[in-house]
């Protein structure tokens, strides 16, 4: 296969060369720089600034907890997850809402911290364990209006091409008040992320390719950079291959794609015996 990006740098962040830590309750893996761990050459790329891959044992999790100036989601990989509010009490849910929201598979639950927020996530699940990744990514401005976007995403969807989960809000660092309420996002069906910043998903069955179109039409900035990550879901038996090169990603590893451009086309195969379920994250 033909490499289209012959000018792009990709460089394999393996899993092992992540921060590990196992709490007990808690066994978390940092693809960046977060709480203990600090590495140098690993403290943002881009915009994102965090990608931990967690898994939370039943009846556990991270109790009540701030946060500022950071957009946070959550990217539901199996069991369950629940999103409470500081302002709620168990008990007193209703429905599903901003305030409390029980994730899925599928579900991405997304967090402007601005000026501050506290929330807690556990697994109120009785037996299953929580596997998600908890990503961060830096916004464009400070101090903004702290808000929570829910949404799920259709697993037969992210089977047939990579599937957009966030996008730039519309009107960007200078986004009217109205512009803020409405939460338009640059691409339909997505969160809207206050950054140039867009996350995609997709299940790549094996000997299959998928295609990412940098910058998906709805960035700024013309130079880019993009993060693959590739989640420990199968036994360690999916694998995936970057722009037909020789690195082969295995479960657990990244990649750092730099020099690269909006429109520029990146090839994502499936290169394994199961199929991969391949998380990109484009920013600039």
Known sequence: MSKTLSHAKITPHRSGTRGHSDHGWLNTYHSFSFADWYNPNFTHFGALRVLNEDRVKSNSGFPTHPHRDFEIFSYILSGELTHRDSMLQKGAE???SDKFYRMHRGDVQFTTGGT???HSEFNEHHKDTVHFLQIWAIPWKRGLTPRYHTRHFDEEA???QFVPILSPLKGGPDATAEQEKTAEPTIAETIPIHADFVMAAGIIAPKE???WIVGAKATESNKRKVYVHLPMTKGGKAKVRLDGR????NEGDGAFIDDVRAGDKLSVESVGEVEAEVVL????
């Open 94 to 96: 209703g429905g599903q």
């Open 158 to 160: 992210k089977r047939k």
């Open 209 to 211: 390719k998928f295609e």
């Open 246 to 249: 020789d690195d082969v990603l």
């Open 281 to 284: 994250l484009d920013t600039a």
């Open 116 to 118: 501050g927020i506290a």
